[in-house]
């Protein structure tokens, strides 16, 4: 049986995400419209997505030639052409809720009716964006890390309001063109990344205020401590395998005094022995408490490949990120 093309995407908004949108899903192959009002910022898209490609290239991440990838990116000016026949648009106006709205009213007005319209908001709702809307079924958001063609994570959060059959369509088109779909099963205002990233910040925040530490250490610490096993692993899962007798050991250890710098910020989120049960649970579907020291030793292996990158990358010399200039010489 012949297989017909691909079904093309359309992206509204031509700036750094929409145009790192048209990367994921032309490297996977798909027709894309991207959709682009200012005439300059069209001028400067087959510039931006070239090189962005030849990075890609470079690296060893794509599997044919940049020109063949941007060849299925087509520009328009024209947001009715961009949509036409599209049965997925992907919105990538800024971070205004009045924008948003005014651009899916104009979509709900010009996309297919079967289409999903799906917003990449970082932290404004679909129920926001979309609760005034006749259609709004079909409406969710589809979050991306940026840039998604390099951090594969996507939150699909319907709204309360989202057919279900429209959430998993836009998880399993996520999942066909190479992303890692996690479908939240309640919509929250700034959804699972930014409520765990808004975490980190506000507590950095903190203890630069408080005179504990500078930025710079901060960073320091994230960057040469908890983020090379956090490229590897998770948090839950870093915990489980720090501690001998899994996460459950380790709540029963840390929990107290994590509980104790929490109330420090005014929190009282108390790791409940049903709450850590329910964890558990999860973890020991992934990472049975049986197979404890052939996990750790896995998280070590991987680890040991990262540091060898690292080390043969020549971007990061002792005590400096990548991005971080390079000392000037003495």
Aim: with cysteine; charged share 25%.
């Amino acid at each position: 049986m012949t297989r017909g093309p691909s079904p093309a995407v359309a992206i509204v908004g031509g700036g750094s995400i929409g145009v790192a949108w048209a990367i994921v899903f032309a490297r996977a192959g798909r027709p894309v419209s991207l959709f682009e009002p200012d005439a300059a910022r069209r001028e400067a898209l087959a510039g931006d997505l070239r090189d962005r490609l030849a990075r890609l290239a470079g690296a060893g991440l794509l599997d044919e030639e940049p020109d063949a990838v941007a060849g299925r990116v087509a520009v328009h000016d024209a947001l009715t052409s961009a949509v036409a026949d599209a049965p997925t648009v992907v919105e990538c106006a800024p971070e205004s809720l009045e924008l948003k709205q005014r651009v899916f009213a104009e979509l709900e007005a010009c996309a297919p009716s079967e289409a999903t319209l799906a917003s990449s908001s970082s932290a404004l709702t679909a129920s926001a964006i979309a609760g005034a809307l006749r259609s709004r079924h079909r409406c969710l958001v589809a979050h991306p890390g940026n840039p998604p063609y390099l951090l594969p994570v996507v939150e699909i959060v319907p709204a309360p309001f989202t057919d279900p059959e429209v959430a998993c369509r836009a998880s399993d088109l996520m999942s066909a063109v190479g992303m890692t779909p996690v479908l939240l099963r309640r919509e929250v205002e700034g959804f699972v990344f930014n409520r765990l990233q808004g975490a980190l910040l506000r507590e950095a925040y903190c203890l630069v205020r408080d005179g504990v530490v500078t930025a710079e250490d901060v960073d320091r610490v994230v960057r040469d401590g908890p983020g090379r096993r956090w490229g590897i692993i998770g948090p839950f899962e870093t915990a489980a395998l720090n501690t001998s007798g899994g996460i459950e050991a380790h709540a029963e250890r840390m929990g107290p005094a994590y509980e104790r710098m929490g109330a420090e910020r005014g929190q009282h989120d108390p790791w409940t022995p049903d709450l850590v049960a329910t964890v558990a649970a999860d973890l020991d579907r992934r990472l049975p408490l049986a197979g404890w020291d052939d996990h750790v030793a896995r998280r070590d292996a991987a680890l040991l490949v990262l540091e060898r990158a690292r080390r043969a990358s020549g971007l990061f010399p002792p005590g400096r990120s990548a991005a971080e200039p390079p000392a000037p010489p003495t």
